[in-house]
């Protein structure tokens, strides 16, 4: 029996110990060695309350191009944002 996701990973972003329910779940649902190509591609952050979804369509070549700048483009803001956050950090911690 094949697996449906070729990727799924859930990771609670807090600590246990916070009670906070924050999380990433990445879902990339086989290709089945590239024969279905409409499938479940998503990311979806939680925090608290709110939730966003995005999708990475692969069912044609403009869209799978698209989706791929589309999470290099994420990568690559986030890892500016924890440096900013690094510093500013860094910063508070010196000002004591």
């Known amino acids: 029996m094949r697996s449906m996701f070729s990727f799924r990973k859930r990771m609670f972003l807090n600590p246990v110990s916070t009670g906070h329910t924050s999380y990433i779940l990445a879902e990339a649902e086989s290709s089945h060695d590239g024969e279905y190509k409409w499938g479940h591609y998503m990311v979806t952050?939680?925090?608290?309350?709110?939730?966003?979804?995005?999708?990475?369509?692969?069912?044609?070549?403009?869209?799978?191009?698209?989706?791929?700048?589309?999470?290099?483009?994420?990568?690559?803001?986030?890892?500016?944002?924890?440096?900013?956050?690094?510093?500013?950090?860094?910063?508070?911690?010196?000002?004591?």
């Open 45 to 96: 952050l939680a925090d608290c309350r709110r939730r966003i979804q995005l999708e990475f369509f692969l069912g044609t070549a403009s869209s799978r191009r698209a989706s791929l700048k589309k999470i290099n483009l994420l990568i690559k803001v986030l890892t500016a944002f924890r440096d900013a956050l690094t510093k500013e950090m860094a910063l508070i911690e010196k000002s004591k």
